[in-house]
């Protein structure tokens, strides 16, 4: 299925085949394709660039597909990194973080710090906590085929 070029944003580079590819809905997938292109909320003489996934009902292009800017995408893909790098540990706690800190990292961005942590505010973290390590662990060979491909570009790319 082609991803359409007529809408606000602009498909640049595209991966048209992505339902395919989808993890656990592979084949079976809503998210027909992913682009780089320009952002939709581009104003005049201002140029963002903006990662798009695109999904189709079946018989239209849904307004649940998303658009994120490229810093975002990647503040994404360092929230997964920390994640899975605490969940490879977490066997130590008995709740699967540190009850007294749930401050898992604090990562350098920009002159500050996106700080990861678990989410104490969920009155039902340790029941969920739970149910989240397990399913990161069903999905570790999806996510870790990702990951080693990311880390081999980033290695080609000199970083």
């Known amino acids: 299925m082609k991803i359409p070029t007529t809408l606000k944003h602009k498909p640049v580079i595209v991966a048209e085949n992505y339902e395919n590819i989808d993890g656990r809905n592979a084949y079976n997938s809503e998210a027909k394709g992913i682009s ?3 952002a939709q909320w581009n104003d005049r003489g201002k140029i963002d660039i903006s990662a798009k996934v695109w999904r189709h009902t ?3 292009w849904s307004r649940q597909s998303e658009e994120l ?3 975002r995408v990647l503040d994404l893909a360092i929230l997964v990194c920390r994640t899975k790098q605490h969940f490879q540990e977490a066997y130590r706690f008995e709740n ?5 800190n749930s401050v898992v990292d604090r990562v ?5 710090a996106m700080t990861v942590a678990v989410c104490t505010d ?3 973290i340790n029941e ?5 390590s397990q399913s990161l662990s069903e999905d570790g060979e999806l996510i870790g085929e990702r990951l080693s491909t990311l880390s081999r570009i980033l290695k080609e790319m000199g970083y």
């Open 36 to 38: 780089l292109g320009l």
């Open 128 to 132: 969920d906590i739970k149910l989240f």
């Open 58 to 60: 079946g018989g239209k």
């Open 108 to 112: 350098g961005l920009q002159g500050d």
């Open 122 to 124: 969920n009155e039902k």
């Open 69 to 71: 800017p490229l810093h």
């Open 96 to 100: 699967l973080y540190n009850t007294e």
